[in-house]
């Protein structure tokens, strides 16, 4: 079985100096109060006991019906009532406790009144299995996908009814602590033998459950009045757009279809027989129905309405008669959601997909019509610039306006309200946090007009002081970082530890991006012409003669500030793995100029080079600076785009899993300072972090200093400083 834990080819035991130093401090007197990081896994200080609950249901506030037990010997399931709280609040004090998603049980458990465990105190199976590989088990990490790993099989019981309670329940309470015993031992040996995966397991991953909880426990305050107000205003935006396709398109054809009769009776005698044949969307014929007949010389028209049952709208359809076949065409009102609606009135404009080399496919071989796609159709049709704005705005307001007002609840304080989220440890591959209903956190954009407009929405908790800060530039440092460590010192290293330039207008100058942006302006200038006014135009910024700032288009600083906006799409682009055709914004030459540039200045392919020679050597399996592992197994694949998507994504891996483990390792060790100022996280998201702080404005200004030093530490990185600030604020965009 263990070789389904597809290990790589060689185990490497060091930890790097940055990692070493984070041990170091979570061993610490103070960070030892929170995670008892020294109740290690394989030697635990107290005997091991696997544990799970039963409850009905996995809202807030359900009920715990049964837990279980299992210590290697005999699997116990207990009926839970209030006589039974000493007994199992003794399994959790006297034991090292081993669960299979244990923020769930534990939330609950807390919300129940017990004293739960520290992180080290219990461990977590899902978490193992996460770390050995992320994102990557393709039956995925459930107790029930695992199971087969030990031999065993998870009970599943299909009933909605009485969830929880029962015999069965019961049975499949004690079935799942033994699973997660036999899991635990499996993963605990694997774990050890890489003392990289096993020390960010132990160090960063199983502290950071604790985090987590709290995050989900203090969820987020909205200021109502605004996002009433907001969400009036993007309403009749979305409504004014749509009525202008609507006005055109009121309805669309969805489908045509025919059926074959001996007689033109027979059709009145198989009406029932209609509903499935021809229908594309499900829907009840009854005595409500339209029925119109109209004969002329062996020619009929029916024509009869129904109500679709989904929307509850009037469909329309008729039936037309050509000698023995009826053809039936199906009309719907324009629905702005429908791909199909979308595609079929973009066709009654000309549009042709099967002729259009640009069109795109879903993996079910259906036509896709996102913002990137209709973006290119606007550029031949103003009906595909008309849907993308409705897109846009449909989507503000069906993802975060609609669903805040329909989630947020009172708190007591007039405008003000409460909204939670959920955050989750095990999912992405690249290791970063993920974010869940009702309140996702990690959609919400980290830039541009709309991020800060749903931000401003966000306010602090009543009666605290709220802080807010980020990770400036962190992707861009972590790249910094890696090509130093590469090459030795580099001038984007040496340009970020000097902060009286701006970073983005110098790589901009040193990438050559200046003359890419001239040329992207002035497609009619000759590449030699557009080298020597860039250079001009370099020299200009540089003694100060223009800004990138400047609205001035006439001193050609507008060029400027475009350089500038290509370096940030190149650098954050790149850092999440994106193409020519993304970082052009649609515009693949666009995308590959930005690219090649990027690379002649930096050495980026080498770069990349080391980075998947090294993925290829060890069979897909890649490392980060704290010793978090990727895996990319299609890196050796022979299909060419199998490999190419797995090295984009490898080197996105390096970035962004550097970035969350730095992110993790700062909030852990600096967790007991946040505890001595009275403070709670709120979230981490996008490199963010935000506090709700219960102390007075003295203590809040000293407190922002300290975690301040404490993230900006020179142990974050190897060779790029890291920037930090955290300030008070009233509203999140005002930090972020």
Same mark, same amino acid.
């Given at each position: 079985?263990?070789?389904?834990?597809?290990?790589?080819?060689?185990?490497? =035991?060091?930890?790097?100096?940055?990692?070493?130093?984070?041990?170091?401090?979570?061993?610490?007197?103070?960070?030892?109060?929170?995670?008892?990081?020294?109740?290690?896994?394989?030697?635990?200080?107290?005997?091991?006991?696997?544990?799970?609950?039963?409850?009905?249901?996995?809202?807030? #506030?359900?009920?715990?019906?049964?837990?279980?037990?299992?210590?290697?010997?005999?699997?116990?399931?207990?009926?839970?009532?209030?006589?039974?709280? @000493?007994?199992?609040?003794?399994?959790?004090?006297?034991?090292?406790?081993?669960?299979?998603?244990?923020?769930?049980?534990?939330?609950?458990?807390?919300?129940?009144?017990?004293?739960?465990?520290?992180?080290?105190?219990?461990?977590?199976?899902?978490?193992?299995?996460?770390?050995?590989?992320?994102?990557?088990?393709? &039956?995925?990490? !459930?107790?029930?996908?695992?199971?087969?790993?030990? #031999?065993?099989?998870?009970?599943?019981?299909?009933?909605?009814?009485?969830?929880? &309670?029962?015999?069965?329940?019961?049975?499949?309470?004690?079935?799942?602590?033994?699973?997660?015993?036999?899991?635990?031992?499996?993963?605990?040996?694997?774990?050890?033998?890489?003392?990289?995966?096993?020390?960010?397991? &132990?160090?960063?991953?199983?502290?950071?459950?604790?985090?987590?909880?709290?995050?989900?426990?203090?969820?987020?305050?909205?200021?109502?009045?605004?996002?009433?107000?907001?969400?009036?205003?993007?309403?009749?935006?979305?409504? &004014?757009?749509?009525?202008?396709?609507?006005?055109?398109?009121?309805?669309?054809?969805?489908?045509?279809?025919?059926?074959?009769?001996?007689?033109?009776?027979?059709?009145?005698?198989?009406?029932?027989?209609?509903?499935?044949?021809?229908?594309?969307?499900?829907?009840?014929?009854?005595?409500?129905?339209?029925?119109?007949?109209?004969?002329?010389?062996?020619?009929?028209?029916?024509?009869?309405?129904?109500?679709?049952?989904?929307?509850?709208?009037?469909?329309?359809?008729?039936?037309?008669?050509?000698?023995? =076949?009826?053809?039936?065409?199906?009309?719907?009102?324009?629905?702005?959601?429908?791909?199909?609606?979308?595609?079929?009135?973009?066709? @009654?404009?000309?549009? @042709?997909?099967?002729?259009?080399?640009?069109?795109?496919?879903?993996?079910?071989?259906?036509?896709?019509?996102?913002?990137?796609?209709?973006?290119?159709?606007?550029? %031949?049709?103003?009906?595909?610039?008309?849907?993308?704005?409705?897109?846009?705005?449909?989507?503000?307001?069906?993802?975060?306006?609609?669903?805040?007002?329909?989630?947020?609840?009172? =708190?007591?304080?007039?405008?003000?309200?409460?909204?939670?989220?959920?955050?989750?440890?095990?999912?992405?591959?690249?290791?970063?946090?993920?974010?869940?209903?009702?309140?996702?956190?990690?959609?919400?954009? %980290?830039?541009?007009? +709309?991020?800060?407009?749903?931000?401003?929405?966000?306010?602090?908790?009543?009666?605290?002081?709220?802080?807010?800060?980020?990770?400036?530039?962190?992707?861009?440092?972590?790249?910094?970082?890696?090509?130093?460590?590469?090459?030795?010192?580099?001038?984007? !290293?040496?340009?970020?530890?000097?902060? @009286?330039?701006?970073?983005?207008?110098?790589?901009?100058?040193?990438?050559?991006?200046?003359?890419?942006?001239?040329?992207? %302006?002035?497609?009619?200038?000759?590449?030699?012409?557009?080298?020597?006014?860039?250079?001009?135009?370099?020299?200009?910024?540089?003694? #100060?003669?223009?800004?990138?700032?400047?609205?001035?288009?006439?001193?050609?600083?507008?060029?400027?500030?475009?350089?500038?906006?290509?370096?940030? =799409?190149? +650098?954050?682009? !790149?850092?999440?793995?994106?193409?020519?055709?993304?970082?052009?914004?649609?515009?693949?030459?666009?995308?590959?100029?930005?690219?090649?540039?990027?690379?002649?200045?930096?050495?980026?392919?080498?770069?990349?080079?080391?980075?998947?020679?090294?993925?290829?050597?060890?069979?897909?399996?890649?490392?980060?600076?704290?010793?978090?592992?990727?895996?990319?197994?299609?890196?050796?694949?022979?299909?060419?785009?199998?490999?190419?998507?797995?090295?984009?994504?490898?080197?996105?891996?390096?970035?962004?899993?550097?970035?969350?483990?730095?992110?993790?390792?700062?909030?852990?060790?600096?967790?007991?300072?946040?505890?001595?100022?009275?403070?709670?996280?709120?979230?981490?998201?996008?490199?963010?972090?935000?506090?709700?702080?219960?102390?007075?404005?003295?203590?809040?200004?000293?407190?922002?200093?300290?975690?301040?030093?404490?993230?900006?530490?020179?142990?974050?990185?190897?060779?790029?400083?890291?920037?930090?600030?955290?300030?008070?604020?009233?509203?999140?965009?005002?930090?972020?």
């Amino acid at each position: 079985m263990m070789t389904q834990l597809l290990r790589p080819s060689k185990t490497t =035991t060091n930890l790097t100096s940055l990692m070493l130093k984070h041990i170091e401090l979570m061993e610490s007197p103070e960070c030892l109060e929170y995670f008892n990081v020294l109740n290690k896994p394989h030697a635990p200080q107290k005997p091991v006991l696997a544990m799970d609950i039963e409850t009905t249901g996995i809202h807030r #506030g359900c009920e715990l019906t049964f837990y279980g037990w299992f210590d290697g010997t005999e699997a116990h399931a207990e009926p839970y009532d209030e006589t039974k709280r @000493s007994h199992l609040q003794w399994l959790l004090d006297n034991h090292t406790t081993v669960w299979h998603n244990s923020n769930f049980d534990i939330r609950v458990l807390k919300d129940l009144g017990f004293d739960i465990p520290k992180p080290g105190d219990y461990h977590d199976t899902m978490l193992m299995a996460y770390v050995i590989k992320p994102g990557r088990w393709e &039956q995925g990490i !459930s107790l029930k996908a695992l199971a087969p790993l030990v #031999g065993e099989e998870k009970i599943v019981i299909e009933s909605k009814e009485n969830v929880g &309670q029962g015999d069965d329940w019961q049975e499949r309470n004690k079935s799942d602590v033994i699973i997660t015993y036999k899991l635990f031992n499996l993963f605990l040996k694997e774990l050890q033998r890489d003392e990289r995966l096993y020390a960010h397991y &132990q160090y960063v991953d199983l502290p950071m459950s604790l985090i987590i909880r709290e995050m989900e426990e203090s969820g987020m305050y909205l200021d109502t009045n605004a996002l009433y107000s907001y969400h009036k205003e993007i309403s009749e935006v979305y409504e &004014q757009l749509l009525a202008e396709v609507t006005k055109q398109y009121p309805e669309v054809t969805v489908g045509v279809y025919g059926r074959t009769w001996a007689k033109a009776d027979e059709l009145k005698r198989k009406d029932d027989e209609l509903r499935p044949t021809f229908c594309p969307i499900d829907c009840t014929f009854d005595e409500s129905f339209n029925f119109e007949r109209v004969e002329k010389r062996g020619r009929m028209l029916k024509k009869f309405d129904y109500i679709d049952d989904a929307t509850g709208e009037k469909v329309r359809v008729e039936l037309k008669k050509a000698k023995a =076949t009826y053809f039936y065409e199906v009309v719907e009102p324009f629905n702005a959601n429908s791909t199909a609606h979308k595609a079929a009135i973009l066709k @009654s404009e000309g549009w @042709s997909p099967e002729d259009d080399p640009d069109t795109v496919l879903t993996a079910t071989g259906k036509l896709k019509l996102d913002k990137e796609v209709l973006k290119s159709l606007g550029k %031949s049709f103003q009906l595909a610039r008309m849907l993308n704005e409705v897109n846009k705005y449909g989507k503000i307001i069906s993802t975060y306006t609609s669903n805040y007002i329909d989630n947020v609840q009172p =708190t007591g304080v007039d405008g003000i309200g409460h909204i939670r989220s959920s955050f989750f440890q095990a999912v992405t591959k690249t290791r970063r946090l993920s974010s869940g209903e009702p309140l996702n956190l990690q959609n919400i954009p %980290s830039r541009g007009e +709309l991020g800060k407009k749903i931000r401003e929405m966000f306010i602090g908790k009543p009666g605290a002081i709220f802080v807010g800060g980020d990770d400036s530039a962190i992707e861009a440092r972590i790249l910094a970082d890696l090509l130093a460590k590469r090459f030795g010192r580099t001038k984007m !290293s040496d340009t970020f530890a000097d902060e @009286s330039k701006d970073f983005h207008m110098e790589n901009a100058c040193d990438w050559g991006l200046v003359k890419v942006a001239l040329m992207n %302006s002035n497609p009619d200038m000759p590449e030699a012409e557009a080298l020597a006014k860039s250079r001009i135009l370099v020299d200009q910024y540089r003694c #100060g003669e223009i800004q990138f700032k400047d609205n001035t288009k006439d001193n050609y600083s507008q060029t400027l500030k475009d350089a500038r906006d290509l370096e940030k =799409t190149a +650098l954050y682009g !790149s850092a999440y793995g994106a193409g020519a055709t993304k970082l052009g914004n649609g515009n693949r030459e666009l995308g590959q100029a930005i690219l090649d540039a990027m690379n002649e200045a930096l050495g980026l392919d080498e770069l990349k080079a080391d980075v998947w020679k090294h993925l290829a050597e060890r069979g897909g399996f890649i490392y980060n600076y704290f010793g978090a592992r990727g895996y990319y197994p299609d890196i050796l694949s022979k299909n060419s785009e199998e490999s190419s998507y797995a090295e984009r994504q490898s080197f996105n891996f390096c970035i962004q899993s550097t970035s969350y483990s730095r992110m993790a390792t700062r909030m852990l060790t600096g967790y007991p300072l946040l505890k001595e100022y009275n403070g709670v996280v709120a979230y981490m998201v996008h490199d963010e972090y935000g506090f709700y702080m219960h102390c007075d404005e003295t203590e809040v200004d000293e407190f922002n200093r300290l975690m301040s030093e404490h993230f900006s530490s020179k142990d974050s990185l190897f060779y790029c400083p890291v920037k930090f600030e955290f300030k008070t604020i009233t509203r999140w965009s005002e930090k972020g």
